[in-house]
């Protein structure tokens, strides 16, 4: 089996993988980092973003050896470098932006890309950009308000307080 | 301010740590030690006889170790229905048996009739393609009428017809209503289609299944809302496994909705693979598989007949429903379209008479079970539409026809003519709240406004109440419940005071392990951070009916809450000891033991620590250790009740319909935690938005599931919706358990669908299309648009 080598979170890793192997596969099997979740074979979901050489991509939907060279973020990567929450991580908790967490790790991760390219987001913005994650739990409601609130905005006057 | 901890206060959720670094454990994240992995084949067509299968070329295959069809399964139990519903007629409701894998035939697209194991998850798929199947099709039973009407294409050969039962609630009220109903002045029929739905927990269902063959124990990591359920289903009812010789572990489970309630046949094939093979077997569907082979939800075809004086004073209800259950019956199937449904049809209001009949149908389609509300959303939806047509009808206003017919504050405990008695409640004043957060004042200033944008603006109004905190045994037991549904909870105090709090609930998303330690730290006056919350592991918790219907917190709750009054009560008597007191002169209060009336006293950890210290305890009288458990089961069914009111704006050129606001009025009695309420309610509101506007399984004449991924079955996305405006000030405590506690789980996704409708019907009145007067949801533009052409 073919090798392919790339840089996730920071480290160097490698495996021998088929040529169908997905990133998605690769992450959670080769490197047993299982917080990338595949929530669907379609590549609709969403729970799977990763961000590849700084760019938001569903892990699902990239081969394994496509990867070679890169550098990938995933949600373990998402911490501070002492241990504690980042930003958006810490926003979805403050503002209850996640239930069964199952959607969390790929909404963090497009929220991030999002705040990346865009520092103060509207709130249909956050909405629009976020059209490629699903949600079960939330209604989006606290998702929106968490993104809204990482990006330094004043979310105390949004209803249901 | 609000409280920063206890019971009230808006803790952040501790779990959210573990979810948000991505260290999660979900089923598929779990991987044992030498395990092959399980691929199942599913039929593709929705109805045909099972001939050959032919399994030699893939049996050689690389790394296969095993292939499974329904003839390996044919002297194993069935998959049992929970609940035992008979027919008007006396005659008891048709079981047909659901096996492990399909057997003799195929009954729904995605019925799973083989299964491959190999060493690799690639190999076994690999396999399952080189198996052939010799599946002579039938003809498909797909529409329900049609299933009644010809009863020639059986979905089981066996019965001789496809209706499951024909139930009638209550019949001995049905001549009483018929002859209202004839003699009333004014009488508003609706025909209604209350849509099929799919969960969709973003988790896909996964379980893996370990034998050791050194002691002969099992074990089942799987994707359950409720692990103690699933082990007595697949132990004693399928497999014949001793329940104490299996053990079930959901670990963090990624949603339920209903669908993870019940045990299906992957869960027994992985056990039974492990046993044959000596090693662990996991599975996990893929997402096709989920939307093939999960329980659906809803599928009603409803006739509802209200009558009503003519100022708009009820008199009579009357509903005929056909209710689909799909081509097996599913552990809570019978119970969801029957007792969860007809015994709501009273709604909030005085209903002097009502009745309701149920036929549920066997389709060639997925099994149809509860989903998100179960019963009561259909209930629900039912009757505030038909409220909101006869409100038309008479010209009256759709609020003051409510209000004139509320049931009021000085009628509790009421006791509706359809077999449940509500203790508490004040519809009117969560009405009045609702005008407030709705600003319903202010309707008219929008509508100018979304006029000039040439759009049609709507407002919709209706009011839920729902049974939930499932529920008291003594009376599910006599309409036909074949479990009880109580619930258990331990609490075991370490030594140096800290808690292991061990719950019967399961937390999908709830977020049982913050709320149920806020409700035991104000009880014992210790820091939530001393508490932990452990749950969904049956070699751990005591046997508990898991989480849906609303329950954990009043039922799973109230367990703690006894559990933990047995170790006041003990801990009480250590302090007496310790404190040369009598035990009743003690008293406790914010974590600390005194002598009343003197200046004694000592503190929770003193009393814990003497509690595995106990050097000098009289041992006749006083055990040591500090653990108790306590099984609650409920006196009554909760009653949640709510007014919700949305407005739309409609594109007349279109029929696309934007949700321009919505506004939430519940009373959920006490409330533990109000951020995760208010989450609660914001989600079950999407499920219940996306059921309105954009959800519905499709399946053609020929039972393809033509909604069968994200690209065609249409999941609310966050810019389908705005946000919520929700309110909980109304509180009218549940009058029965120990926190006065109503469950908030579903209230969203019960309440919003008629919402929904009542606007957009609103809106095309004010429009000038005054020729419409219903749609069937999903209100999608094509059919709103439809409507609206003459």
Same mark, same amino acid.
């Given at each position: ?7 996730? @979170? ?122 490629? @994650? ?24 949004? $209803?249901?307080? | ?11 952040? +959720? ?98 799973? /009739? ?30 329900? $009428? ?58 896909? =269902? ?52 209903? #669908? ?15 046993? %044959? ?17 999960? $329980? ?33 019956? *599913?552990?809570? #199937? ?8 007809? &015994? ?26 509860? /989903? ?7 209930? &629900? ?22 209000? =004139? ?40 200033? %929008? ?16 009011? /839920? ?24 909870? &331990?609490? +075991? ?100 033991? #005194? ?40 006196? @009554? ?23 321009? *606001?919505?506004? $939430?009025?519940?009373?959920?009695? @006490? ?27 499709? /399946? ?28 909980? *000030?109304?509180? &009218? ?56 052409? %003459?």
């Amino acid at each position: 089996m073919p090798k392919v080598t790339m840089t996730v @979170n920071g480290m160097a890793v490698s495996g021998e993988v088929e040529g169908r192997t997905l990133l998605s596969d690769f992450l959670r099997d080769d490197l047993g980092l299982t917080g990338t979740h595949v929530g669907c074979d379609t590549s609709q979901c969403g729970a799977c973003v990763v961000h590849l050489d700084g760019a938001p991509v569903k892990a699902c939907s990239v081969f394994a050896l496509d990867a070679e060279g890169a550098k990938v973020t995933t949600i373990e990567g998402m911490a501070n470098p002492d241990g504690s929450l980042g930003v958006i991580q810490k926003a979805f908790q403050d503002h209850h932006g996640l239930q069964c967490g199952f959607c969390t790790p790929g909404m963090v991760m497009s929220a991030a890309a999002l705040l990346k390219e865009n520092r103060k987001p509207t709130e249909a913005e956050i909405r629009a950009y976020l059209d490629g @994650n699903i949600c079960r739990c939330t209604g989006y409601h606290n998702i929106v308000k968490a993104v809204l609130a990482a990006s330094g905005q004043d979310v105390s006057r949004i $209803a249901a307080e | 301010m609000p409280k920063d901890h206890g019971i009230g206060a808006p803790m952040t +959720r501790r779990e959210d740590v573990r979810f948000l670094m991505g260290r999660g454990t979900y089923t598929d994240d779990v991987n044992v030690q030498g395990q092959a992995h399980a691929v199942f084949l599913r039929s593709q067509v929705a109805h045909g006889r099972i001939g050959k299968i032919d399994t030699r070329a893939a049996a050689k295959m690389p790394g296969v170790l095993a292939i499974f069809t329904g003839e390996d399964f044919k002297d194993v139990g069935g998959n049992p229905a929970g609940w035992f519903i008979g027919s008007r007629d006396g005659t008891p409701m048709r079981e047909p048996k659901r096996p492990v894998l399909a057997h003799g035939k195929v009954r729904h697209v995605g019925d799973a /009739y083989a299964a491959v194991v190999a060493e690799t998850y690639a190999q076994a798929r690999d396999a399952a393609e080189a198996i052939v199947a010799d599946i002579r099709e039938l003809p498909a039973v797909v529409d329900m $009428a049609e299933a009644v009407r010809n009863p020639k294409n059986r979905v089981h050969d066996e019965l001789p017809d496809n209706v499951c039962f024909d139930w009638g609630w209550i019949e001995d009220n049905r001549a009483k209503v018929d002859a209202a109903i004839r003699a009333a002045p004014h009488v508003t029929t609706l025909h209604l289609v209350n849509n099929r739905l799919i969960p969709n927990a973003m988790e896909p =269902r996964a379980s893996i299944g370990e034998y050791n063959p050194g002691t002969g124990d099992y074990r089942l990591t799987t994707t359950s809302q409720n692990p103690h359920l699933t082990r007595l289903l697949v132990a004693a009812f399928v497999l014949g496994i001793p329940e104490h010789k299996l053990t079930v572990v959901a670990p963090d489970v990624g949603g339920g909705f209903g #669908s993870k309630i019940y045990h299906y046949g992957e869960e027994a094939l992985v056990l039974a693979a492990a046993r %044959r093979l000596g090693r662990p077997v996991k599975w996990t569907a893929e997402r096709s598989e989920s939307f093939l082979a999960d $329980a659906h939800g809803r599928d009603h075809v409803t006739k509802i007949e209200l009558a009503c004086e003519k100022d708009g004073t009820f008199i009579a209800i009357r509903t005929e429903t056909l209710a689909n259950v799909g081509a097996y019956l *599913s552990n809570f #199937s019978t119970v969801t379209p029957t007792f969860l449904h007809g &015994t709501l049809m009273a709604g909030n209001y005085r209903v002097p008479n009502v009745y309701v009949n149920v036929k549920t149908v066997f389709t060639n389609t997925a099994p149809v079970d509860a /989903y998100r509300g179960a019963g009561r959303p259909e209930a &629900t939806f039912s009757i505030e539409r038909v409220i909101d047509v006869a409100a038309r009808e008479l010209g009256i206003d759709p609020i003051e026809i409510r209000r =004139r017919n509320f049931i009021t504050p000085d009628m509790f405990p009421y006791t509706t003519p359809v077999g449940l008695q509500y203790d508490t409640g004040n519809y009117g004043a969560t009405m009045d709240r609702l005008v407030e957060i709705a600003d319903i004042a202010g309707f008219e200033q %929008r509508r100018a406004e979304s006029a000039r944008k040439g759009l049609l603006r709507g407002l919709g109004v209706n009011c /839920y109440i729902e049974a939930c905190g499932i529920a008291p045994s003594n009376l599910v037991g006599a309409l036909g419940a074949r479990v009880g549904l109580y619930d258990a909870a &331990t609490v +075991r105090v370490n030594a140096t005071g800290n808690l292991s709090i061990m719950t019967g609930a399961h937390s999908h998303g709830q977020g049982h392990e913050t709320a149920f330690a806020q409700v035991v730290a104000e009880r014992l006056g210790i820091p939530e951070s001393s508490i932990e919350i452990v749950h969904g592991d049956t070699s751990k918790i005591p046997f508990g009916m898991g989480s849906y219907g609303s329950r954990s917190l009043a039922v799973c709750g109230s367990a703690i809450v006894r559990a933990t009054d047995k170790i006041i009560a003990k801990a009480k008597k250590i302090a007496a000891h310790m404190m040369e007191a009598a035990p009743e002169d003690v008293e406790f209060r914010d974590g600390k033991f #005194s002598v009343v009336g003197t200046d004694k006293s000592v503190d929770w950890g003193a009393v814990c620590l003497k509690a595995y210290v106990p050097h000098n305890f009289p041992h006749e009288s006083l055990e040591p250790g500090l653990e108790e458990t306590a099984f609650y089961d409920p006196a @009554n069914f909760t009653y949640p009740a709510g007014a919700y009111a949305c407005e739309v704006e409609v594109d007349p050129g279109t029929g696309k319909v934007t949700i321009a *606001s919505f506004a $939430a009025a519940d009373d959920f009695g @006490n409330i533990v935690n109000p951020l995760i309420v208010e989450g609660q309610v914001h989600g079950g509101l999407a499920q219940g938005i996306g059921q309105a506007l954009t959800e519905g399984a499709v /399946y053609d004449s020929s039972g393809q599931l033509l909604t069968a991924s994200y690209m065609d079955y249409a999941m609310p996305r966050a810019d389908d919706l705005p946000f919520f405006r929700v309110d909980h *000030s109304c509180r &009218t405590p549940c009058t029965h358990n120990p926190l006065g506690v109503k469950g908030c789980g579903e209230a969203g996704a019960i309440g919003s669908p008629p919402a929904v409708v009542n606007a957009v019907i609103d809106a095309l009145h004010r429009g000038g299309y005054t020729h419409v007067r219903h749609i069937d949801m999903p209100l999608s533009p094509v059919r709103v648009w439809s409507a609206m052409q %003459r």
